[in-house]
């Protein structure tokens, strides 16, 4: 993810579609932190990806490693502050389309929500 200026104006819905597959894990765990900070309270998150990964130049990305961004970013905020997993979606590719491993493939969505 690019870098955001840190006087950027929080925002109502921030969406990452098709892209956290091509960062490395450590970038995309502060990639979703500075998601989720730029987001309004009482904003929204989402975060759709491949699952596992599809092409040679992607990351499989764990289950668990936005659940760890939301545990983090939760633990450094203030006690009224956070951010909340309001729903997580597996969906079938019913394309036909195979992930490298030669599993089947699927689109993980995520929809979360910035604490008013």
């Known amino acids: ?4 200026s840190d006087t950027a104006a929080p925002f ?4 990452s579609v098709g892209v956290l597959q091509y ?5 995309r765990a502060s990639s979703l932190s500075k998601m989720f900070s730029m987001a309004v309270r009482g904003g929204f998150v989402e ?12 990351f499989t990305i764990k289950h668990n490693e936005i659940e760890k961004a939301v545990e983090a970013f939760n633990q450094a905020a203030t006690p009224n502050d956070g951010i909340d997993i309001i729903m997580d ?3 079938p590719d019913f394309s036909g389309r195979k ?3 030669g599993s089947d ?3 993980r969505t995520v929809i979360l929500k910035r604490r008013p």
């Open 12 to 15: 109502d819905v921030i969406t």
């Open 99 to 101: 992930a490298l491993d």
């Open 23 to 27: 960062v490395d894990e450590e970038s």
């Open 105 to 107: 493939l699927s689109f």
């Open 47 to 58: 975060v759709q990806y491949p699952t596992p990964a599809s092409r040679e130049h992607q």
């Open 1 to 4: 993810m690019g870098e955001a």
């Open 89 to 91: 979606k597996l969906v």
